[in-house]
């Protein structure tokens, strides 16, 4: 196996054995001169993958704040990184940062979200009955992997999406 | 024990439990027409905790993204998640999301900075001896901590720093 096809290997494990991610949003807020203050947020989010979007899938509340802040600004990071383990240093730690768009599913458009998420999570199926939720796709843009100290790699829209794929 | 002093307690067992959180920062791209387009970042990071001066503390590279970002823009968020069980739902998965400013620390500064830091990670004794990577205070503002279903509160400063000092 090649360099290259060990770390996609690594990649397509973690990012199908992990549930979690950290999600960064533009939190934008009121400006005093018509220009508004932007900070970053970062929230807990579980995440399941849709392999026929090519995409990944959050179940968002209406009431969060990265729901709020994904209507005003699209762009988002996604982190998604192997667990600490307790005897382990921990500063080379698998993780993938997923650069991408935030697309805000209609209910009769998330048919494939709902599938994907529910494979996933089926313990939240009481929670997508909800009116107050709301199923995202995040379009990946680009992305860095670090496997290990030495082994990082930029990743583009077309790798993300075969990563996705299976 | 108070409910409040239930999740202060577990709270404090997650911060100085853990040892890597996601950080937000803004990218800052320049912009056509003067404007720039800024987007949210997300990296990994382990962090320690320095009591005396009740910040967080992080050791980055001058080579790394979110240090430019930090140099632009000192505005920060971070996500520091309880692990994931294999055998339980994720989705009520205790965590603390904190905002705040970075701080770059001058060598000169960073004494109780780097003793923190290498109390928590003695193995990263030989990074902080290049000259390319800086010490940087986190300096908590506000925090949103989730201690399970139904079981979220706000965070001030005051809580942050009591939290940070022991």
């Given at each position: 196996m090649t360099h290259e096809s060990r770390l996609g290997r690594l990649l397509q494990q973690l990012l199908w054995g992990r549930r979690t991610a950290a999600l960064a949003t533009l939190q934008t807020l009121p400006g005093a001169e018509s220009v508004p203050f932007t900070t970053p947020a970062v929230s807990f989010v579980p995440y399941a993958i849709d392999s026929t979007a090519q995409v990944l899938v959050l179940h968002v509340s209406a009431l969060a704040a990265h729901t709020r802040n994904l209507r005003q600004s699209p762009a988002v990071s996604l982190l998604i990184t192997a667990p600490e383990d307790a005897?382990?240093?921990?500063?080379a730690l698998e993780r993938v940062a997923i650069q991408g768009q935030a697309v805000l599913l209609a209910p009769e458009a998330a048919a494939s979200a709902r599938a994907a998420y529910l494979r996933r999570f089926p313990e939240a199926a009481p929670m997508t009955a909800l009116g107050d939720f709301q199923f995202v796709q995040i379009i990946p843009s680009v992305g860095r992997h670090v496997a290990?100290?030495?082994?990082a790699r930029d990743l583009s829209a077309e790798e993300l999406k075969a990563l996705l794929t299976s």
């Open positions: 005897a382990q240093p921990v500063h290990g100290f030495g082994a």
